[in-house]
């Protein structure tokens, strides 16, 4: 099946992590951006639990650039305030969640925007989540004050609905389209040790034989 084989073969690997309070939801979007879970159903059966699944991956095509993203969940280590400095490191993007109907989890926003600073790359790009905007009735924070917010401290922002999908695959692709951005006028170096960057085989391949110039996802098997 070329079409599953194509989508093997990717340029870069991104990995990525999502911070926030417990409860916000990290868990929920990750699913809903792997495995596309939109049924109510199944969403609350095994939201309820801390999930035994600690990061998990998908290709997705980014300004014409397959990307593979490797995305790690604290998995309830939030829950103990033990999420360690080994999880920030070498991350190139990050999540950073908070549930719109609750203004304790936004009031922590500057905790955790802190230890991402300080624990992980100097140069992680992080997207702000607002998430549960499906509980728009029950909102304590208003979109205004969180956008002002993300623009004070150079993140980029949307409200999210891990419950619908809303804007859970944009979330993911705005912040790889950034960092590829940054790569791209060489404001990033993927070679630099910790920049949570890897080349995939269609780089590889570029770079070993650059005259030839294969066009990107050629149907070789890129495993
Ligand atoms: P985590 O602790 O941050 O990983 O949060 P979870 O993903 O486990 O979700 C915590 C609770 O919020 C669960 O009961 C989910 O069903 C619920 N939840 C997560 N995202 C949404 C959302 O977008 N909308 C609504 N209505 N509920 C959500
Ligand atoms: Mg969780």
Not at 155 to 168: D, I, P, Q, R
């Amino acid at each position: 099946n070329s079409q599953r084989l194509y989508s093997r073969v990717y340029y870069f690997l991104f990995k990525f992590l999502v911070i926030g309070n417990a409860g916000t939801g990290k868990s929920c979007l990750l699913h809903q951006f792997i495995e596309k879970r939109c049924k109510a159903e199944r969403f609350k059966d095994e939201s309820n639990h801390t999930i035994g699944v600690e990061f998990g991956s998908k290709i997705i095509s980014v300004v014409n650039k397959m990307v593979k993203l490797q995305i790690w969940d604290t998995a309830g280590q939030e829950r103990f305030r033990s999420v360690t400095r080994s999880y920030y490191r070498g991350a190139a993007g990050a999540l950073l969640v908070y549930d719109i109907t609750s203004r304790e989890t936004y009031n922590a926003l500057t905790t955790w925007l802190s230890d991402a600073r300080m624990l992980a790359s100097q140069n992680i790009v992080i997207i702000l989540c607002g998430n549960k905007k499906d509980l728009d009735a029950d909102r304590e924070v208003t979109f205004l004050e969180a956008s002002r917010f993300a623009q004070e401290n150079e993140l980029m922002f949307l409200e999210t609905s891990a419950l619908t999908g809303e804007n859970v695959e944009e979330a993911f692709v705005q912040c790889a389209r950034k960092i590829l951005n940054k790569i791209e006028s060489g404001e990033l170096d993927p070679e630099r040790m910790g920049s949570g960057i890897q080349y995939g085989d269609a780089a590889l391949r570029q770079l070993r034989s650059p005259r030839r110039a294969q066009p990107q996802g050629t149907q070789e098997c890129g495993c």
